[in-house]
T-cell receptor
């Protein structure tokens, strides 16, 4: 089944403790992206990757890192999480960005930073 | 930069009544347009998309949307809503290249009255 898999689904952590949210897709998509969803703000893009070893900032990149060493994986790293990063996070992938292929989303990761 | 406006934060509709959710976009050329639905605690599911051609597009679950270039709108409609349609609905635009990627509106929360 074609899908985007995020782990974990739920995570509670403490301020300053590094964490990684994994994202993997099995569709051989070139483009992958991370979004955060906050009430009243919709979804905002954090980082995106056009292909392996090619990443760039989205609208709200502060406090996040990403890497794209393999085509299928696009982990989101919070080096020193803070309470304002409490949010619902979604990973998405597309065959090719901007060509109208549409996007497949993961099920989301609900992160709470205390 | 591209942007999406969903003017209605909440909409309440009686079961069996018709529905229209508004979406306006800002982009210089013809964009790729999407509607996603998010049920409580779930990820994002694609309802329909517009790339080119016929301006009236059909989607899943009985939804349709009409692209109106003159009004920069892509409103979502359903002739008769069901209680299971209660969810958050997001309109999104993909510029077709560059750093913007997929830009979402802030969402419309649909409440279905019995």
């Amino acid at each position: 089944e074609a899908q985007v898999t995020q782990n974990p689904r739920y995570l509670i952590t403490v301020t300053g403790k590094k964490l990684t949210v994994t994202c993997s897709q099995n569709m051989n998509h070139e483009y992958m992206s991370w979004y955060r969803q906050d009430p009243g703000l919709g979804l905002r893009q954090i980082y995106y990757s056009m292909n392996v070893e090619v990443t760039d900032k989205g609208d709200v990149p502060e406090g996040y890192k990403v890497s794209r060493k393999e085509k299928r994986n696009f982990p989101l790293i919070l080096e020193s999480p803070s309470p304002n990063q409490t949010s619902l996070y979604f990973c998405a992938s597309s065959f090719q960005q901007g060509a109208g292929y549409g996007y497949t989303f993961g099920s989301g990761t609900r992160l709470t930073v205390v | 930069a591209q942007s999406v406006t969903q003017p209605d934060i909440h909409i309440t509709v009686s079961e069996g009544a018709s529905l229209e959710l508004r979406c306006n976009y800002s982009y210089g050329a013809t964009p790729y347009l999407f509607w996603y639905v998010q049920s409580p605690g779930q990820g994002l599911q694609l309802l329909l998309k517009y790339f080119s051609g016929d301006t009236l597009v059909q989607g899943i679950k009985g939804f349709e949307a009409e692209f109106k270039r003159s009004q920069s709108s892509f409103n979502l409609r359903k002739p008769s809503v069901h209680w299971s349609d209660a969810a958050e609905y997001f309109c999104a635009v993909d510029s077709g290249g560059g750093a913007d990627g997929l830009t979402f509106g802030k969402g419309t929360h649909l409440i279905i009255q019995p």
